[in-house]
């Protein structure tokens, strides 16, 4: 039997993404990002993501369906996927109605993706053998997540913010030092040059296992310009990662001990952190536990990850029916 193939479809922000996947291989995958956009704004305007998505929407998935070397007419697909929630709603819903205008037109099943569950599943894109149970780090610009994955399809979150997101707190901090939108890539080329214990900023939430807050972290960075104006932005930038990265390798690796699993992910874009991977690979490697790296590809949004968990949706409880409605603030335990 020839595996399915799927197109996924993903616009819950500010990237506009196609990719078509054959089983768990990926044909192609297309970013269209919307950076220029917003650069100058500091963070993601809603309305203009939607209009932006609006215009690329109809090339992404065009060009996805070329360089997977199938006829954009009649591309002969198995199903198609787009992510339904969480996002912005007026961006999740140009991605969800051409998922379903498309699957219409080619008369095939359509399911809508959680874009949060896509973000677990990334990993095994990579290719690397699948090992549960495993504990993911799900960290990006909207969550932070710690979920045990049980399986491809059964998962049970441990913990989550109370506040910000890691790649929020990244990003705030960022736009505070002038260092531009999204804050994530700035901050870790910037701490590779300064000293990280320069600042002791605090560790939120030791006593509480697998839960995080990072606003209080946020505001001890600010206050520590306005007590010291000629502090080194490197050392900010070190001395703010080592602390995030303190807490995420800490309360995974706490995790792995208290559930038994047999490996670590790391997914969502603050996954792409140079400190975080490096430090979390040495935690594995003390621990004996398998660690899976997504490459910048998959970690940070992209439609192949939601091709991926259309699929296993699709195999769990079947197509969605048309009238599914964008779901702005689904979460991984709906
Ligand atoms: O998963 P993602 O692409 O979008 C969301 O669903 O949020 O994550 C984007 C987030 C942003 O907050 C960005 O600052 C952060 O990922 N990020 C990073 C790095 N690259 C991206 N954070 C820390 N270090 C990085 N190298
Ligand atoms: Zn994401």
Not at 256 to 275: I, R
Request: hydrophobic share 45%.
């Amino acid at each position: 039997m020839t595996e399915r193939l799927v197109l996924g479809i993903e616009t819950s922000c500010d990237d506009t993404a196609a990719a078509v996947l054959r089983g768990d291989t990926v044909l192609s995958s297309v970013i269209s990002s919307q950076l220029d956009v917003h650069d100058r704004f500091g963070g993601v305007v809603p309305e203009l993501a939607s209009r932006a998505h609006v215009e690329a929407i109809a090339s992404v998935v065009e060009r996805a369906l070329r360089d997977a070397h199938l006829d954009p007419t009649n591309p002969g697909l198995d199903l198609v996927a787009a992510t339904h929630g969480p996002g912005l709603v007026g961006s999740l819903l140009v991605g969800l109605s051409f998922g379903k205008a498309a699957a219409r037109r080619w008369d095939v099943p359509f399911v809508g993706v959680n874009h949060l569950a896509a973000h677990l599943v990334a990993p095994i894109l990579e290719g690397a053998e699948e090992r549960y149970p495993k504990v993911v780090l799900l960290v990006s610009g909207g969550h932070t997540e710690l979920v045990l994955v049980k399986s491809r399809s059964n998962f049970e979150v441990l913990g989550a913010t109370i506040d910000d997101a890691a790649g929020e707190a990244f990003d705030k901090v960022a736009r505070f030092l002038g260092l531009g939108y999204p804050g994530g890539p700035g901050i870790d080329r910037m701490a590779k040059l300064g000293n990280p214990e320069a600042f002791a900023f605090p560790r939120a939430l030791k006593d509480v296992p697998f839960d995080f807050s990072f606003s209080g972290l946020k505001t001890s960075v600010l206050r520590a310009v306005e007590l010291n104006p000629a502090a080194k932005t490197e050392d900010l930038c070190a001395s703010f990662q080592r602390a995030v990265t303190d807490v995420l390798v800490q309360k995974t690796m706490a995790a792995v001990v208290a559930t038994g699993a047999k490996a670590v992910a790391l997914a969502g874009g603050v996954a792409a952190n140079s400190e975080l991977r490096a430090r979390l690979q040495a935690a594995c490697v003390e621990q004996h536990v398998a660690l899976a790296l997504a490459g910048p590809d998959f970690c940070t949004d992209n439609a192949a990850m939601v091709a991926l968990a259309g699929s296993i949706a699709y195999d769990n409880a079947g197509a969605h029916p048309f009238t599914l409605a964008p779901e702005p603030s689904l979460s991984l335990k709906d």
